[in-house]
């Protein structure tokens, strides 16, 4: 059958390629689910089976946006512990967090994912590490709510298994053992992960941060993964409090310890790295080990600045994350486009740290590298998957700004005209094709409210 084609034509478009091109007016043309073409001016007449032309007057289109670093779960649990650090509120959450089920982690994947397309996702990942006993496949809830509102999902199989009595921070009832965690991993990778071109569903193996995980669980999940040819990811280096644990109990700091656990490589992508010195940087640079940069957690639990333009520099793959939504409560990521600008602002490198079109990368094909699959997504290239976004820039939050790009990063959060993952609209004129916004937002309060009567029953 002949593909069917989309055209977007006379909108601005920053395709975010290797060399930044830009088109003032130009146009894209999808066929089925990759990009045909990109160019200046209007999209080629003669075109056969155009099923749909889009007038992209007073619009931005880039690439979707793709989100490094989530969990989905704690869409349920926003807005406690408001002026904790990271352990604190650790510490004051996982109590509640051990109570989820199946049916609450299935309305929490609804309203993350929701609030993610809404705003311009088309990739996003998940570190899902809290799995309590008989309550259900809370990784099947993650997979059908992704596949429901049709994104391009990485799940990943988290696990803890240092519990208080170990010297680890969760307690120990919130924690599994090493060998079920790593039989549980291996079946996810099994039932869900399709490495093909275009896949709609990785997995990856992601036991969660060196504090609440065995030096036996980080190797074994590394060999495991290896062996399988599945992506690594985990937190690290995100507070003080944990370079001291680290040295504490390990001897070295955590960068130090990825490596001896075999950690550091180009199939590896940390969350937050924000306490590295110079040669944790380099370390990550020479070995290509990716980054998940979450600015407004990081704001949020005060853990302070990660050092992007010098990772940049290093050759460090650096992606955005939103982190979970008990410490982002808003949950979106174009939001962190201009976040991460800001804040690296604050930095040693001032105004020379980040820039709009730096920042729109680190959103879009900084995204894909981290993933590992920048040659799929993360740019708007011949060939590429069909994942884009067409920003509405003509409103009153953008209309006097310029320079779309600007625009976009710097000004208020743009309303999204349309959203193609894979060549199929997911948001037409700001509302999700694929749900009803009402019934996310109803079942996610219904949720929220049976896990806090039930955590507070004890
Ligand atoms: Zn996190």
């Known amino acids: 059958m002949a593909a069917q084609r ?25 066929a089925d689910n990759r990009i045909e073409s990109v160019g200046a001016g209007k999209a080629p007449e003669n075109l056969e089976a155009v099923v749909r032309r889009v007038d992209g ?91 429901e509102m049709g994104v391009r999902f990485t799940a990943t199989r988290g696990s803890m298994d240092r519990g208080k009595s170990d010297g680890g921070l969760p307690p120990d009832f ?42 036996d669980l980080m190797r074994e999940a590394a060999a495991l993964a290896r062996r399988k040819g599945v992506r690594l990811h985990t937190h690290g280096s995100e507070t003080v409090e944990e370079e001291q644990f680290c040295k504490e109990l ?12 075999g950690w550091l490589g180009e199939d590896v992508w940390m969350a937050h790295c924000v306490h590295m010195n110079d040669s944790d940087i380099e370390a990550f640079g020479r070995t290509r080990t990716g980054v998940a940069h979450c600015p407004s957690s990081n704001a949020r639990l005060a853990a302070g600045i990660a050092r992007v333009p010098d990772m940049l520099a290093a050759g460090v793959p650096v992606g955005l994350g939103v982190d979970g939504t008990a410490s982002n409560e808003s949950g979106e990521l174009h939001t962190e486009l201009r976040n ?13 740290s980040l820039n709009a079109r730096q920042a729109l990368r680190l959103g879009t094909y900084g995204g894909a590298q981290v993933l590992g699959r920048a040659d799929e997504i993360g740019s708007i290239e011949a060939g590429k998957l069909a994942d884009l976004v067409l920003w509405k820039l003509d409103g009153i939050g953008h209309s006097s700004i310029a320079d779309p790009v600007a625009a976009l990063v710097l000004g208020a959060a743009a ?3 349309l959203s193609l993952i894979n060549g199929e609209p997911v948001v037409e004129d700001g509302h999700l094709t694929t749900v009803d916004e009402d019934a996310v937002a109803r079942g996610a309060r219904e949720e929220a409210q049976r896990l806090a009567r039930i955590a507070d029953e004890g």
């Open 6 to 30: 989309i055209v977007i034509e006379n909108c601005a478009i920053a395709t975010v390629d290797p060399n930044d091109t830009e088109y003032a007016s130009g146009h894209v043309v999808v």
């Open 174 to 215: 919130a924690v599994e053992t090493t060998e079920a965690a790593l039989l549980a991993t291996e079946a996810a990778i099994d039932t869900y992960h399709d490495p093909s071109f275009g896949s709609m569903l990785h997995i990856a193996a992601a036991p969660c941060s060196p504090f609440s995980v065995s030096t």
């Open 250 to 261: 390990f001897g070295m700091g955590p960068t130090d310890y990825f490596e001896s656990t």
């Open 415 to 417: 309303p999204v005209t």
């Open 340 to 352: 991460a600008l800001l804040i690296n602002r604050l930095g040693p490198h001032r105004e020379r």
């Open 57 to 147: 007057t007073g619009h931005l289109v880039t690439p979707g946006l793709v989100n490094t670093h989530h969990h989905f779960y704690q869409w349920l649990t926003r807005g406690l512990a408001q002026d904790a650090n990271l352990f604190d509120w650790l510490v004051a959450l996982y109590p509640i967090w051990s109570r989820i089920d199946e049916q609450m982690v299935h309305a929490a994947a609804r309203g993350s994912l929701a609030m993610m397309v809404r705003g311009g996702v088309t990739t996003t990942m998940d570190h899902h590490y809290v799995f309590p006993r008989g309550v259900g496949d809370l990784l099947a809830a993650e997979v059908g709510a992704a596949a």
